[in-house]
Each structure stands twice: as C-alpha cells, then as structure tokens.
Antibody, heavy 119, light 106 residues
Framework: QVQLQESGPGLVKPSETLSLTCAVS?????????WAWIRQPPGKGLEWIGS???????YYNSSLENRVSMSIDTSKSQFSLSLTSVAAADTAIYFC????????????WGQGTLVTVSS | IQMTQSPSTLPASIGDRVTITCRAS??????LAWYQQKPGKAPKLLIY???SLESGVPSRFSGSGSGTDFTLTISSLQPDDFASYYC?????????FGPGTKVHVK
C-alpha cells in the first residue's frame, strides 16, 4: 500500500530555513498523482502549504508563497519542502500527503513530523 | 474560501447518532471531504466528493450536502469514533480546512 514518511530536523532556529523530505513507497511518484505538504500547529487546525506534480509543477498557499518552495525527485521517489525565514508561528506538525488529482481529497498521509522553531 | 464547522466540541455516548455541520463561504459544489484525526496521528479520509465513502471506512459514516452546507453523520457512535473531525474544500487548488469538531465522551 502507499506509504509516505517525512524526515528532517526537528528543531530550526528563527530566520533560518526549514527543509523536509517525504519518501514515497508502494506507489509510483511519477504515476500522475499530486503530492502535498500540510501543517498543523500543536492543538490547532490544518493548513495546506502546497502541492507538486511529478513534472515538477508546484502551486502554493498564497499566504506562504513568498517563503515556500517544493521540489520532486522521481529517481529517489521523494519530494521536498523548503520554508524560509521561519518564526515561532511556523512551529507545527508537518504532514506530507497524496491527492490523485489536482482537485481531489487527500487520500494518503504520512505520520507527520514535529518541527519546532526556537533559538 | 473559508470553512466553518459546528459544533466545535460534541459530547456524545456510545450508540448516539452524531451530526457535524460544515459551511463554506461560497459555493463549492460537492468538492468536500471529511477526515477523522486521533491524537498523535495523521488525518484519515472518511468521505470525499461530499457523500462518497472512502474504501474501508465503516458504513455508519455518511456525508451529505452541496453548495455551501454539508453534514457528516455517524449513525451509531462506536468507541473508536471519539476523535476530531475536519471538513476540507477542494473546489479550487488552494484547499482549506474547517477548524475541526472534537467528539468526546459525554
């Protein structure tokens, strides 16, 4: 079955760049699905960050698009998130997910990884 | 598109019929999903396209609605159903989630 696994530093200093990777297994990352990042501050709701297609075309939440970029490496079956100039408000659990079409529900999710922004 | 949910918390007992409401700030057709989330876990897709049951999800879960008003119903609450529930619109590529409803023991 489809499995997604997030990885990356659990602690990032303010003003630095948050970088996370999502490894995909059990499903071809080149299959035509979309791959997304979603975050959840502790005890709060869910916020979509952005999505990327296997071709590398990405689109982002307008509230974050000046700080976020995503990339995909089909040879390694993984995709990545970069969020610059982080602040305490970026502290959250970061999930990666798959949605089969550009306009569709998110069918598969990683377990999430907590990233804390603190000096 | 802004999403609202009510109630924010819902005390309930085993066997209860539970209804959660989600409202969109503009017409989203039937492009709505419902997710269940338990503490420390990722959200799990329950319902997509407003009323389609995701594979493997128990039939006690159902969804309805279109346009701006949607409902998630659990016909007979089971112990495994105590969790938070989120709606999500995907009418546009910029998806948004509701604030969530926590179903807890009465």
């Amino acid at each position: 079955q489809v499995q997604l696994q997030e990885s990356g530093p659990g602690l990032v200093k303010p003003s630095e760049t948050l970088s996370l990777t999502c490894a995909v297994s059990g499903f071809s990352i080149s299959s035509g699905s979309y791959w997304a990042w979603i975050r959840q501050p502790p005890g709060k709701g869910l916020e979509w960050i952005g999505s990327i297609y296997s071709s590398g075309t990405a689109y982002y939440n307008s509230s974050l698009e000046n700080r976020v970029s995503m990339s995909i490496d089909t040879s390694k079956s993984q995709f990545s998130l970069s969020l610059t100039s982080v602040a305490a408000a970026d502290t959250a659990i970061y999930f990666c997910s798959r949605h089969p079409h550009r306009i569709s529900a998110h069918v598969n999710w990683g377990q999430g990884t907590l990233v804390t922004v603190s000096s | 598109i802004q999403m609202t949910q009510s109630p924010s918390t819902l005390p309930a007992s085993i066997g209860d019929r539970v209804t959660i409401t989600c409202r969109a700030s503009q017409n989203i057709g039937r492009w709505l999903a419902w997710y269940q989330q338990k503490p420390g876990k990722a959200p799990k897709l329950l319902i997509y396209d407003a009323s389609s049951l995701e594979s493997g999800v128990p039939s006690r879960f159902s969804g309805s609605g279109s346009g701006t008003d949607f409902t998630l119903t659990i016909s007979s609450l089971q112990p495994d159903d105590f969790a938070s529930y989120y709606c999500q619109q995907y009418n546009t590529y910029s998806v948004t989630f509701g604030p969530g409803t926590k179903v807890h023991v009465k």
